[in-house]
């Protein structure tokens, strides 16, 4: 069993010393199995690895590294799994990540046996390849999918919601107008979507703005070249046990509580790097 | 100008600059003007059963649910579209008209396809999930081979739809032909081929079993084959196959 070069010891799982490699459960990729265990013996330090923000990171899937999963042994799902009541239940989580999430993955994994043709790429690249310029390939849905949970998964945080930080905010307020008529148009475009889909905040890379982006099924705005920043998952299984079909309250709840300003904070800082988003600032002094 | 009938309501409506016989006149012909036009608002019809009737196959609260908020919130917004189309017609405004064609297709549609489901349903106490029998069950044995296979078939099709949509069984009245299809989000079945009758249809958007199967839709689709009203197919196919 080798493990793939593409795969990555999350932070949490380097400060384990406990952890084993007899939990490891594979996920082939041509011969590379890619998946660690991250197994922390002590549930009193992993509740407070959780309030520090370690555990819920480690919780998804890396997005942007090939198939490339750390899952926590069950009493950590357990654990991260109430992270975000009041505002989405342990029982949603449970059954979105552990079934929808998780049935995508094995879904993906399966059809990636048959298909040598799509062995190597990273989770981005296998996203637009079997997208495949807008004729999607048989993969596309379990890929984007498994893709765009995982990004949702890290838009959300405990204790999230408010107004994002000074950088983000400003760059919100140059291309929404400001803050509140950037809410009303995500908010707009979230009762807006016919049938499935997810809401973003993306950073349009040709005309360098930020953009609020209504997509369906699965699709997600990296096919397109631009950078998503949040993303709201607008599928009824993201709401329904919490909210039925209470739209509103649902979009209000993730904006008010949930959504990671940190997170998109971290995506903007990164977007900058591939996007040119203004003048260059020059000193006074 | 294309001339349109009129679509009326119950109140009779005065033309404008018009004498009534004309308007009377204009009626019995068919025709219809513009400025007499009552435009019909929709509204939702009532289940021929109670919400729990259909139990334990599909909950009672998803039947509320279902009827007094989705199908409800398809009524209103379709309403208001055609209030809103209504206005751009009259305006000659064609960007709007044409800007209102998803809402109505998508709105009009829900109304369309939850009106046909609510049929397509029955109390087993009162036949559902009896197969059919005459001339659809012989149909469906020609076209499908067994009506086992033709249900295998639908809940393939239906586990397989990606997102939101319907499974339908229709009859293509040109063919004389039944086929199962499925359609995205609310579309009609018709919007897969001119000539399609729907004899049945179910809903696979998630709002329609998740309560009770949660991400099981296949388990959803097994068993709402024990509350199927095949009489209303039956009838619906007799009409068109006589």
Redesign the interface.
């Known amino acids: 069993m080798r493990v793939s070069r593409h795969c990555k010891l999350l932070p949490c799982c380097e400060e384990t010393k406990d952890f084993t490699q007899d939990s490891i459960i594979g996920i082939t990729q041509g011969e590379d199995i890619c998946l660690w265990v991250c197994f922390v013996l002590d549930l009193k330090s992993a509740k407070e690895a959780i309030k520090e923000g370690c555990m819920l990171e480690s919780v998804g899937f890396l997005a942007g590294d090939a198939l490339c999963l750390a899952l926590l042994a069950q009493e950590m799902l357990v654990l991260v799994q109430d992270a975000l009541e009041p505002y989405m239940s342990q029982r949603t989580l449970e059954i979105h990540w552990g079934k929808h999430h998780r049935g995508y993955l094995e879904g993906l994994n399966k059809q990636l046996e048959n298909n040598n043709s799509l062995y190597g790429y990273t989770m981005d690249e296998l996203v637009k390849v079997t997208y495949n310029n807008g004729n999607p390939l048989p993969e596309f849905n379990n890929a984007a999918q498994v893709w765009n949970h995982d990004f949702f998964w890290e838009s959300m945080q405990p204790g999230g919601g408010k107004i994002p930080g000074h950088g983000v905010l400003l760059q919100i307020e140059k291309d929404f107008g400001s803050f509140t008529n950037f809410r009303e148009k995500f908010i707009e475009a979230a009762l807006t979507l016919f049938g499935s889909g997810w809401i973003w905040l993306a950073l349009k890379t040709k005309e360098k703005r930020l953009a609020v982006i209504k997509t369906s099924n699965g699709v997600t705005p990296i096919v397109w070249g631009d950078i998503p920043i949040i993303s709201l998952d607008m599928w009824e299984h993201a709401y329904y046990l919490d909210y039925k079909n209470d739209k509103v309250k649902y979009v209000n709840m993730f904006l008010n509580n949930l959504v990671s300003w940190n997170a998109a904070t971290a995506r903007m800082a990164r977007a900058e790097a591939f996007v040119n988003l203004g003048e260059p600032k020059i000193p006074v002094a | 100008m294309a001339l349109r009938t009129l679509i009326s309501s119950s109140r009779q409506t005065l033309a404008t600059g018009l004498g009534l016989g004309l308007q009377s006149e204009a009626r019995n012909l068919g025709l219809g003007f513009r400025h007499a036009r009552e435009l019909q608002t929709f509204s939702l019809p009532d289940l021929p059963y109670d919400y729990s009737a259909l139990e334990p196959v599909i909950s009672g609260e998803i039947m509320q ?1 279902h009827h007094q ?2 199908h409800q ?1 398809y009524i209103t917004n379709y309403n208001k579209a055609l209030e809103q189309l209504d206005e751009a017609m009259a305006k000659g405004d064609s960007s709007t008209v044409v800007k209102l064609q ?1 809402a109505i297709k ?1 709105n009009g549609g829900g109304h369309i396809n939850h009106s046909i489901f609510w049929k397509n349903l029955t109390p087993i106490r009162e036949g559902g999930g009896e197969p059919p029998k005459h001339s659809l069950g012989w149909a469906i044995d020609t076209h499908f081979g067994s009506f086992e296979a033709l249900v295998q078939k639908i809940n393939t099709e239906g586990a397989a739809l ?4 319907w499974v339908w069984l229709g009859l293509d009245k040109e063919m004389k032909r039944l086929v199962v299809e499925t359609t ?3 579309d009609p079945l018709v919007t897969k081929g001119a000539n399609l009758v729907p004899l049945l249809g179910i809903d696979v ?3 329609a079993y ?2 009770q199967y ?2 099981v839709r296949p388990d959803y689709l097994k068993n709402v084959w024990k509350v199927m009203n095949w009489k209303f197919a039956s009838e619906v196919y007799e009409k068109e196959c006589p």
């Open positions: 649910l908020k989705h919130t998803s998508f990606q997102g939101s949509g995205a989000n609310q958007w998630e709002h998740y309560l949660k991400n």
